[in-house]
């Protein structure tokens, strides 16, 4: 199936070719105004350049055709370079001329340059709140990898501060611009199901390793800076990214100090369509009960199995855990409608767990899938990354904007404060606290180190 303007194949056959081949906030720059030409071309920088930068992001802004890349950033420096030579190697592969691209380590120095207007963030999901909200406050226009933060309070403070700021935000919610799951959210919110009283989430999980011992720290690394917010820890190549490629799936993403599990790397993903089709963009579940598995071990200690229960306004009672196949399927007293994702994003993404018989979109019954007479009718998008920029140029607002985005986090978050408290818990959607609950609402909240974190951006 075409998710977008550009085929599945075709996308990552032009970034293989790539590959092989190596501060007013309100404020509109004149030069975005106008007519589509170089001198109104969205200036991008990116932060981040690991696995899903270059085997997502970078070519989602690459083939826009909005966009020209002039600043990237990051910790590691083989890697910012080999971000270089892969949009340079990309754009004349194209045949394109060479763009001229200069590359930071320090993200602050790069977020000073006026003639950057948009930054696209590909971190791990530890130092998502403070780039953020950097970005932000310097003037930029954001697309962020999901989750959106690590943690429920970097969500509101990163929420408001786009509010305020009138900042254009996307996040990484990519499944809102693939056909098959905008035509199952239309389909459940016009009623194709009947009255929709229960939403099952498949979810896969990471497997855990024993942990590693102490290795010298690269010379390619600022590892401490790296860390940023969490506890100071000893390196190991298991606890951040392989030094020797870009494609694999990272070590941190195993570390509950930089990444809570599935629940929000895949959660993010699911949850947003399950409040897409529920339209409860805004608001929460009232009630979250969970049990979950946590291995013993250090540093790969995300959560192993779990279930998780959430009720819904509605009656809707969500179920989601990862014995059921990876996808969603929307139950109502007249049938039911299937969705997941007919391809993966990056080729080290978890394999879904997916017979070959099962369809990205189905149903009980064929008739529940005819796309005529529908009530509801949601806003298409062809690429997401695309969607962002054809918004920064518009200042209209994108298809996942902040306070959506926070929502399906937040919902993630309480899941897993549930699954490690394994307790039943009533949470408040409109005060965005626990009722009666003084431990729940205090992982509500993470301490942050030093000088790194949210805090570090809000008091100056």
Request: charged content about 20%; proline content about 7%; some cysteine.
């Amino acid at each position: 199936m075409n998710t977008s303007g550009l085929s599945r194949r075709q996308f990552f056959k032009t970034a293989a070719k790539a590959a092989a081949a190596v501060s007013a906030p309100l404020i509109i720059p004149s030069r975005l105004l106008g007519a589509d030409s170089p001198s109104n071309r969205v200036r991008v920088a990116h932060i981040g350049c690991g696995r899903i930068a270059t085997g997502h992001d970078m070519p989602g802004v690459l083939n826009s055709g909005l966009a020209d890349y002039v600043a990237l950033c990051d910790l590691d420096s083989n890697r910012v370079a080999q971000a270089k030579h892969f949009i340079q190697n990309f754009k004349t592969a194209s045949d394109h001329p060479r763009p001229d691209i200069e590359t930071y380590s320090n993200y602050r120095e790069l977020l000073e340059r006026k003639d950057i207007d948009a930054v696209v963030i590909s971190t791990p999901d530890h130092w998502h709140a403070q780039l953020a909200l950097a970005a932000i406050y310097a003037g930029k226009d954001v697309y962020l990898q999901k989750p959106m933060t690590m943690t429920h309070a970097e969500g509101q403070a990163l929420r408001d501060a786009i509010a305020k700021t009138d900042r254009i935000f996307q996040i990484g919610s990519q499944q809102r611009s693939w056909v098959q799951f905008r035509q199952a959210c239309e389909l459940v919110r016009s009623g194709r199901v009947g009255r929709l009283n229960r939403v099952e989430i498949g979810l896969p999980i990471d497997p855990t390793a024993p942990d590693s011992p102490e290795q010298p720290i690269p010379a390619n690394l600022d590892f401490n800076t790296w860390l940023g917010p969490t506890p100071e820890a000893y390196y190991t190549e298991q606890r951040v990214h392989p030094q020797n490629t870009v494609t694999t799936r990272p070590g941190w993403l195993r570390h509950e100090a930089h990444c809570l599990g599935m629940i929000t790397g895949w959660g993010a993903h699911h949850y947003d369509t399950a409040h897409w089709a529920m339209d409860v963009e805004h608001t929460g579940p009232s009630r979250v009960e969970a049990t979950a598995e946590f291995p013993k071990n250090k540093i790969w200690n995300v959560h192993g199995a779990y279930h998780v229960e959430l009720d819904y306004p509605n009656n809707v009672k969500v179920v989601v855990t990862d014995k059921f196949n990876n996808g969603l399927k929307f139950i109502g007293d007249e049938g039911w409608i299937w969705v997941t994702r007919d391809s993966e994003v990056t080729p080290s993404d978890p394999t879904a767990k997916l017979s070959k018989a099962i369809k990205a979109l189905d149903a009980s019954d064929p008739k529940l899938l005819d796309p005529n007479g529908l009530s509801v009718r949601l806003p298409v998008s062809k690429e997401h990354h695309l969607n962002w920029l054809e918004c920064v140029k518009s200042r209209n607002t994108p298809l996942a904007p902040a306070p959506i985005a926070h929502r399906s986090n937040a919902a993630c978050i309480i899941s897993w404060i549930a699954m490690k408290l394994g307790r039943p818990l009533n949470w408040d959607p409109k005060a965005e606290r626990f009722v009666n609950d003084d431990e729940a609402n205090s992982m509500l909240s993470l301490p942050q180190r030093g000088n790194f974190g949210i805090h570090s951006i809000l008091k100056s």
